[in-house]
């Protein structure tokens, strides 16, 4: 069976490679590294298509090492372990220089998972080039960051997907048996949401799918083709953004079977898990908050839940917190008030800092007054005292706003009965 047109045309050298001018243009840093030889465990972030796993092979092949990869989807501890002694048995036979041990999407490495490959990178038996389309600061253990370099990879730019196309018509047999005529690519583009890969398939399948000579290719044609030969569903593109908001907004709405429709959405198309859950957390502050506390524990849990269980069952604790959100009352007060502090803030610069709130550790700030009329609020009935809490430019703005909802009437009751009509809740 032939290889994708993707695959028939990877580049094998660095001079061949499309894109991340910044990475491997002619000062990049990877393009200096590899002049000097000085090959560092590093981390590829950065969206799919973008050349992470062929940037990493290029670099092994450029620099002279031997290169291992496996996929974090299919391996396991074992795996890792056997793959980390081929490299080692390896090292001195073909080169002096340590071997490349390349994992593509090492986030989906469990913390196990990961620890096994710390003692291969501290002790130099591999160099590490992991890839991931999430970020490296959530997904990659501490311990094993703080050993790579992470460098971040950019979406192709029209110029960039440009250039691909060309390369392909130029080099590609199959294409060039074939008498194309590209009238537009503007649905080729939008369609490939700046991964190489998926432009280089689509425009494979849209060729494949015409039966005509010469083959001409126009929006319109892209868009037949594309919508009924494929799921339209791009974990990076459009579709993604598109379809997360969708589902958002029918939590936010109250709706849970349109919150459950677009979660199936995701879910069918392939959507890290992950993604999902993070974003039910921010819902749950952002769209539901004081009006039900307990919204922010549960996603919380689905969300650390998801992190250990994978798919199926994953599925069934998103359904679950997304019905929960979905038929909580709401509120956004949280939201608003930090957005309404910070415009404060930015418009306000730094305020003076009430001196009877200013810390008093040592004897001459003591003697300057501060602290000294601060009221500590459990000596006083109710745990209550009426004092100043904000910068006296500003002392009366009510910042936080009380929802309109069970929780937070009462909540306003509570704050009415304390301030009086300082805040006029």
Known sequence: MEAPLAERIRPKRLEEYISQSHLVGTSGILTQNIKRGLIPSMIFWGPPGTGKTTLAEIIAKESERPFFALSAIN???KDIREVIDKAKNSSGIFTAKNPILFIDEIHRFSKSQQDSLLAAVEKGWVTLIGATTENPSFEVIPALLSRCQVY???????????????????????????DIIIKETEA???????????????FELIVNSLDEKPVEITNDKVMQIVQKNTVLYDKTGEQHYDIISAFIKSIRGSDPNGAVYWLARMI????DLKFIARRLVISASEDIGLANPTAII????IFQAVSVIGYPESRILLSQCAIYLA???KSNASYMAIGKAQQIVKQTGDLSIPIHLRNAPTKLMKELGYGEDYKY?????????YQEFLPDEISNIPIYEPGQNS???????????????????
């Open 327 to 329: 038929t909580s009352p």
């Open 407 to 425: 929780r937070e009437n009462q909540t306003r009751e509570f704050l009415k009965a304390r301030w009086k009509d300082k805040y006029n809740y």
């Open 377 to 385: 609020s459990h000596d006083f009935p109710g745990n209550f005292a």
């Open 75 to 77: 391996a396991g501890v």
């Open 298 to 301: 549960m996603a919380n849990n």
């Open 268 to 271: 069918e198309g392939g959507e």
């Open 152 to 178: 971040t990879l950019k979406a192709f730019t029209k110029e960039d997907l440009q250039a691909l196309l060309n390369r392909a018509l130029k080099t590609d047999a199959f294409l060039q048996s074939k």
């Open 188 to 202: 080729l583009f939008r369609l490939s949401g700046g991964d190489g890969r998926k432009l280089l398939n689509t």
